[in-house]
């Protein structure tokens, strides 16, 4: 956009419209990501040539396809893919299937160093005790597990039991977080699931016994939530000594129930920022401080932050004088990877298939999962960088200077220049900072500084489409 009128005519013109994906931010978008012929072998060459200049290490991820059957179906806004979660047998058929794609990945990755590992979903906690260290040998038939490296389980509190626990952490995972959603067990039953706010409380127990630390998920904005409703949920968790609170606005958008027949139920764009400003105030007079626009954490006997989430949101960094590319794998069903070359000679980011009879299919016919993809240009990567700096509400200039060789003010001046005049943002010589309201408008501060690159690509896709759709010519 031109100049700050331009972009301030685009805020107001959006600032009321409800805003999607409040936790994963990233460019471009994969609805972008339309090559459906990436070639994973020629990814892992250019992660190799580019090891040659930045040290690589692996932020892994291991997803789990199931969840428990919800009516509405998934939860009524999770826009995830899953499938219906029936018996055992699914998981064991799973885990099979994760063992052929880690062998497949093996000689790409022999040697590889982990940064973390995180279990996601789906529902990685619907494992019964024994699965877990299953899955664990998994990961380790493929990496040298460093005994100190962060390993992640995050599950829903209707599937933690003590034995789980107790089991996860036999195996080696050492972090816990619980997507509770919700304390108030009628407002619970908007999202169709069957859990009660005492799992919630049995779950913190259980991992306080073993010393595990725990974060929790908790979501605002439900139908018929008050604030007064929000304030309980907050001082329950803050009440039981929870260090790490990931607090964010419920996510409407897409084919899901809530978006597509419960709008009218929400509370407005306006009424989700003031329970965001309250919520916000409230944890940081409890001595939380804010790190992202809805993750807190406060200092406590066990460790609060997530090194995983951490390094994603800078995926190059200095350790100790040398440059560090930490790579994210997807492994799994829907898994979603970033290996990012280096930020001069960037790489790829693709998905893997989202169905998962797909998934077993390609893997039983030997070829890699992967659904369709996107090649990085350096004016994307410089965006996606951006963005993931945002997301910890403020970007060093200088750090980023020299990573991206442009300055982040300059490239996008009109943009901060509007936020300015909004207090959204604070720029100075050495800091872009995110302030006030900034963070809860995130999402629609990271459309306003991608709008130019995002309509070249809408136009681009359309092209394409219309290219693909075109009868061949008839010959003459």
């Not at 959006?14 to 936790?23: A, D, E, L």
């Not at 907050?234 to 809530?258: C, M, P, Q, S, W």
């Amino acid at each position: 956009m031109r100049d700050k009128r331009e972009v301030r005519t685009y805020i107001d013109a959006h600032r009321r419209r409800r805003q999607s994906n409040k936790v994963l931010h990233g460019h471009p978008s994969p609805v972008f990501w339309l090559d459906r012929d990436v070639s994973v072998p020629a990814v892992m060459q250019n992660r190799r040539r580019a090891a040659r200049g930045v040290h690589k290490r692996i932020n892994l991820y291991v997803g789990t396809p199931y969840c428990l059957p919800t009516n509405p179906g998934r939860c009524g806004f999770c826009l995830f893919p899953t499938e219906v979660y029936r018996d055992r047998q699914q998981l064991d058929t799973y885990l099979e299937y994760l063992t052929r794609e880690g062998e497949m990945f093996r000689p790409h990755l022999e040697g590889a160093e982990l940064a973390s590992i995180y279990f996601g979903g789906g529902t990685s906690n619907l494992y019964r005790a024994d699965q877990y260290s299953t899955l664990m040998d998994i990961v380790r038939g493929v990496f040298d597990v460093p005994p100190d490296i962060e390993v992640t389980l995050e599950g829903i509190p209707q599937t933690f039991s003590h034995e789980k626990l107790a089991a996860m952490q036999a195996c080696g995972i050492n972090r816990i977080s619980m997507g509770a959603q919700q304390l108030d067990d009628e407002l619970i039953k908007a999202s169709g699931r069957r859990q009660t706010a005492d799992q919630v409380f049995r779950t913190l127990d259980s991992c306080r016994a073993l010393g595990l630390p725990v974060s929790v998920d908790l979501i605002f904005g439900w139908p018929n939530q008050t604030t007064t409703h929000m304030l309980r949920d907050l001082k329950a968790l803050v009440d039981a000594g929870i260090t790490h609170l990931t607090h964010y606005e419920l996510n409407v958008a897409g084919r899901t129930d809530f978006a597509r027949n419960r709008r009218d139920a929400l509370p407005s764009t306006e009424q989700n920022l003031e329970m965001y400003r309250i919520g916000r105030d409230y944890l940081v007079s409890e001595g939380f401080t804010q790190v992202t626009p809805y993750d807190f954490e406060r200092r406590g006997p066990a460790p609060s932050s997530y090194l995983y989430e951490e390094l994603f949101r800078q995926p190059f960094r200095e350790d100790h004088g040398r440059l560090v590319g930490y790579d994210a794998w997807g492994w799994g069903f829907a898994g979603i990877s970033f290996f990012f070359g280096t930020p001069q000679d960037p790489g790829w980011a693709y998905m893997n298939q989202i169905r998962v009879d797909d998934y077993f299919r390609d893997l039983d016919a030997g070829r890699f999962p992967v659904l369709r993809g996107f090649r990085y240009s350096p004016a994307d990567l410089r965006l996606h960088l951006l963005f993931q700096e945002l997301q910890s509400l403020e970007v060093d200039r200088r750090r980023y200077v020299a990573l991206v060789g442009r300055d982040a003010v300059a490239e996008h001046r009109p943009v901060w220049d509007a936020l300015a005049d909004l207090e959204w943002a604070t720029v100075d010589e050495d800091l872009i900072a995110i302030e006030g309201d900034g963070a809860f408008y995130l999402p629609l501060i990271q459309n306003a500084l991608a709008h130019d690159r995002l309509d070249a690509m809408r136009k681009e896709r359309r092209t394409t489409t219309d290219v693909a759709a075109m009868p061949a010519a008839r010959a003459s």
